[in-house]
């Protein structure tokens, strides 16, 4: 048997008056097609399906020419169906979550995107093998040793060893024993295993809110007057002492720079603070005669040019005593000037003592 693309005469011109209504719809796309691409319109088809595609480029391969009043009947209607458009709609899930972000909850968006991954990725491993090791760390705390040592025989070396050091000494050893005797499991079983893990992350509620609570916490309170900051933590001491100790370390405030700040990077962060507000607090600081503020500002007036330091003093001499409200405030900037340049990775903090 003959194939198409051989068989029968050679395709006959589509010419005449008339012509372009007895064209498929694929003949036209196909017309309109050729007429961009001859016009050095660069266009993608990729998106479209791959049927779609093929019918379209044999079509293209079958016809000879057009003359020019069937080239124009086509183009007309091309426009005339262009300009009768009153809106388009997304071609895919992607597309549509992303018109669609802020006006549906968060939680059905979040059960579209877990389809959407299962969906373009049959094979549960390939989707566990792109999650964090922080999302996957749960799994080898709860799971069997004997689950937790295939998960890990599944993941790349370097995000398996990344794992294990994410584990207490004990399990990870255990673990690490158990992969020895992994020679041993079915890929059925293993396959069962990652459909498994994949379920239960399917059935994980999305979460509302992002961050760990003690940062959260610790943020809030970083720019909390001192007063509330310390009623605060009384309170959490009496209701969870674990987390509030969690929080304590957490925080950052103005008399912690002696210890998390290194000397070296004082100069950099007080070329990034609002001169009057780093005068303010360092003469409100001072003033208070053995506290660990005063200590705070002992330290960054100690690490800086000597030239400059009594530039400050002078100022500060200057200003005299500082409103308590407006030594809170400008306390309360230096830190947050701090933060910035954490969060920039210009300067890094010395972790808190437990």
Known sequence: MQSDAVAGPPPAPVTGAGAASGLTRRQKAAIVVRLL???????????????????????????????????????????QEIDGIGLAFPADMTTALSVLDGTISGA????????LSAEKSADPWERLAQLDPTDLQPFLETESIEVGAVLLSKLKV???????????????????????RTNAV????????????VAQ?????????????????GAILNFSPTATRDDVLEGLESEDAGFAEKVRRAIFTFENIPSRIDPRDVPKIVRDIDPPMLVAALAAATAQEGSGEADAAGFI??????RMAAQLRDEMEALGKVKDK????AMSAVVATIRELEGADEIALIAAED
């Open 108 to 115: 059905a968006a979040e059960r579209l995107r877990r389809q």
């Open 201 to 217: 992350l399917d059935a994980k509620p999305p979460n509302a809110f992002s961050g760990d609570p003690v940062d959260r916490v």
């Open 186 to 197: 079915a890929p059925a079983t293993v396959a069962r295993i990652g459909a498994a893990l």
């Open 326 to 329: 407006e030594a809170e405030a």
């Open 37 to 79: 691409r001859a016009e050095g319109l660069e266009i993608s088809l990729a998106e479209l399906p791959e049927a779609l595609q093929i019918g379209l480029t044999r079509e293209m391969s079958a016809m000879r020419y057009v003359d020019r009043a069937t080239l124009d009947a086509v183009l007309r209607e091309f426009l």
């Open 301 to 306: 007036l100690s690490n800086m040019s000597q």
């Open 158 to 180: 370097s995000k398996s060893a990344e794992l294990l050091g994410l584990l207490p000494g004990e399990r990870a050893r255990r673990i690490a024993y158990a992969m020895s």
